[in-house]
């Protein structure tokens, strides 16, 4: 029988659940103990740790001819796939680095490197990573750093907080969409549509680490122009994380070999286990919308039926 909204899973299935994923309920250095770091990341699924020696171990690279250059070439085009997927990316680029942060310099560096402007807001709810990006980015570039502010009431970054910080030289606007400390949601679509009423061309960029793994997610919906995930607090793996850049920004001037697409934004060998380990998280997730809803999907990877 599938829960009602807000029911806990049914004892069977929270059981399938916590066999899927590795250590539940105890660690080789705290022994017994319950696994509840809101900040840290999250429970990593054995189906990824069980994949990640088959895949990190083949010496082959893509782009190569033969049969595991190939497959290897096949596992990086279904990462990216699944990203979009989980995103609902139609269109832009998907951005693959070390890190969150990485991803997130990157990001901006483009977005202050490109275009003129005078000054970049961000909030005082932001993660270290992305304030500090900020900072950096504007002093780099000659700009002032505009701070809006939470309400103390809410937790939350209300919309006017940000729009009030907004006006013609405003190069980038950035926030976080759920604190990774806190807990507290912004109201993302609201701040996006009022930021674009004051300045329609300002690069929008949002970061989600802490969000995506809670709600649907989507990209062309909200209408931002860069969304980050962390792929680590989404049952995956640490040290390969995932991007959304919209046309606007994947096009912008940005560390690039020459002869690549100009919105190619991949940097050498990628590693091949840690899109696999994102498509592992996916398919866990398709497996698990399917328990709960009942509506199977036997094209969805991940379909068991049980």
């Given at each position: 029988?599938?829960?009602?909204?807000?029911?806990?899973?049914?004892?069977?299935?929270?059981?399938?659940?916590?066999?899927?994923?590795?250590?539940?309920?105890?660690?080789?250095?705290?022994?017994?103990?319950?696994?509840?770091?809101?900040?840290?990341?999250?429970?990593?699924?054995?189906?990824?740790?069980?994949?990640?020696?088959e895949?990190?171990?083949?010496?082959?690279?893509?782009?190569?001819?033969?049969?595991?250059?190939?497959?290897?070439?096949?596992?990086?085009?279904?990462?990216?796939?699944?990203?979009?997927?989980?995103?609902?990316?139609?269109?832009?680029?998907?951005?693959?680095?070390?890190?969150?942060?990485?991803?997130?310099?990157?990001?901006?560096?483009?977005?202050?490197?490109?275009?003129?402007?005078?000054?970049?807001?961000?909030?005082n709810?932001?993660?270290?990573?992305?304030?500090?990006?900020?900072?950096?980015?504007?002093?780099?570039?000659?700009?002032?750093?505009?701070?809006?502010?939470?309400?103390?009431?809410?937790?939350a970054?209300?919309?006017?907080?940000?729009?009030?910080?907004?006006?013609?030289?405003?190069?980038?606007?950035?926030?976080?969409?759920?604190?990774?400390?806190?807990?507290?949601?912004?109201?993302?679509?609201?701040?996006?549509?009022?930021?674009?009423?004051?300045?329609?061309?300002?690069?929008?960029?949002?970061?989600?680490?802490?969000?995506?793994?809670?709600?649907?997610?989507?990209?062309?919906?909200?209408?931002?122009?860069?969304?980050?995930?962390?792929?680590?607090?989404?049952?995956?793996?640490?040290?390969?994380?995932?991007?959304?850049?919209?046309?606007?920004?994947?096009?912008?001037?940005h560390?690039?070999?020459?002869?690549?697409?100009?919105?190619?934004?991949?940097?050498?060998?990628?590693?091949?286990s840690?899109?696999?380990?994102?498509?592992?998280a996916?398919?866990?997730?398709?497996?698990?919308?399917?328990?709960?809803?009942?509506?199977?999907?036997?094209?969805?990877?991940?379909?068991?039926?049980?």
């Amino acid at each position: 029988m599938a829960p009602a909204k807000g029911k806990p899973f049914e004892d069977y299935l929270l059981n399938q659940i916590r066999n899927r994923f590795a250590y539940v309920d105890e660690d080789p250095y705290s022994g017994k103990r319950i696994y509840f770091e809101n900040a840290g990341g999250s429970l990593t699924l054995k189906s990824v740790l069980s994949l990640l020696p088959e895949v990190a171990g083949l010496p082959d690279n893509a782009g190569r001819q033969n049969k595991a250059s190939q497959q290897i070439g096949e596992i990086l085009r279904k990462g990216v796939e699944d990203v979009k997927t989980f995103l609902n990316a139609k269109e832009g680029t998907i951005l693959a680095g070390e890190s969150t942060t990485s991803n997130i310099f990157r990001i901006l560096d483009a977005c202050t490197s490109s275009c003129k402007g005078t000054n970049i807001v961000c909030t005082n709810l932001d993660h270290a990573s992305f304030f500090d990006a900020t900072r950096f980015f504007a002093e780099k570039s000659g700009l002032e750093m505009r701070v809006a502010r939470l309400d103390p009431a809410t937790g939350a970054v209300p919309y006017e907080s940000i729009t009030a910080l907004v006006d013609e030289g405003t190069m980038a606007v950035g926030f976080i969409h759920a604190s990774n400390v806190t807990g507290v949601k912004n109201d993302a679509q609201k701040i996006v549509r009022e930021i674009r009423k004051k300045r329609r061309n300002t690069f929008i960029v949002v970061d989600g680490a802490q969000h995506a793994q809670h709600c649907p997610i989507d990209v062309n919906d909200l209408g931002v122009d860069a969304y980050l995930v962390a792929a680590y607090k989404l049952f995956s793996k640490v040290g390969l994380t995932f991007a959304y850049t919209g046309p606007k920004i994947a096009e912008l001037l940005h560390w690039r070999l020459r002869g690549k697409p100009v919105d190619s934004w991949d940097l050498g060998t990628r590693d091949a286990s840690g899109y696999a380990a994102f498509s592992a998280a996916i398919d866990y997730l398709c497996w698990l919308g399917n328990q709960v809803e009942k509506q199977a999907r036997p094209n969805c990877r991940g379909y068991e039926g049980d």
